[in-house]
């Protein structure tokens, strides 16, 4: 496949100045779940959805992820109290619940009952609550954190998954082609687009990409 770099002609691109802006996109625009603890299955005190754009894997073994927080957000002080969170994944079903997590406070309404979401408890941190509504929770542990300025960086242990069964195959593999995720870039919600490749099919052999692709 390398020759067909040789024959490949990519448009190039005139660039202007800006001032530093922070427009790294796509990015995952993600629910973060916590709460100050459980009551039972479905009731937890000071449960909470939080809207995120600003979260990222940083490492593999062990696996560890990245969530940088505003500190006037209330997860903010429910992250900091317990130490413990959840990533839901979010799929385009749920871009209009996803916009409304991230324009109002924990403090003046119970987002997750206003948007209908549905909880339970996952077997990592049953003291968090997970939605029932996303395809993938990351269950995460706070090692450290740090404030940067307009927000709080916190790296966090990825302590277990809860995947949805609708995609998860019979081999045991995650197929999150099949979740419908939602993408989010410069203020507005993306929808993702076709599979153009997967990782290392510029080097696969042709049998090998005709059998994924």
């Known amino acids: 496949m390398f020759e067909q770099f040789a024959e490949q002609v990519l448009p190039v691109y005139p660039k202007r100045s800006f ?11 993600v629910l973060v779940t916590a709460a100050r603890e459980r009551l039972s299955d479905s009731l937890y005190n000071g449960a909470n959805a939080m809207t995120a754009g600003w979260t990222g894997i940083v490492n593999t073994k062990p696996p560890v992820l990245s969530l940088a927080v505003r500190p006037e957000r209330f997860t903010y002080d429910l992250i900091n109290e317990t130490g413990e969170f959840a990533i839901n994944l979010a799929t385009v079903e749920m871009a209009a619940q996803v916009d409304f997590c991230g324009v109002r406070s924990g403090r003046d309404v119970d987002k997750i009952a206003k948007c209908g979401f549905h909880v339970e408890p996952s077997s990592s941190l049953p003291s968090v609550p997970i939605l029932l509504e996303s395809p993938l ?3 995460c ?7 940067l300025g307009s927000h709080t960086l916190f790296l966090a242990d990825i302590v ?10 019979n081999d045991g593999k995650i197929d999150l082609g099949k ?4 993408a989010y870039a410069h203020g507005h919600y993306y929808e993702l687009g ?8 510029s080097v696969a052999k042709a049998k090998i990409r005709k059998q994924r692709l």
Not at 19 to 29: N, S, Y
Not at 179 to 182: E, N, P, Q, T
Not at 194 to 201: H, R
């Open 19 to 29: 001032a530093p802006g922070t427009l790294l996109a796509p990015v995952p625009p």
């Open 160 to 169: 277990g998954l809860e995947v949805a069964e609708a995609i998860c195959s």
């Open 194 to 201: 076709p599979v153009l490749g997967f990782f290392g099919y």
């Open 179 to 182: 979740a419908g995720l939602l």
């Open 137 to 139: 929770a990351l269950l």
């Open 141 to 147: 542990k706070v090692r450290k954190s740090e404030h």
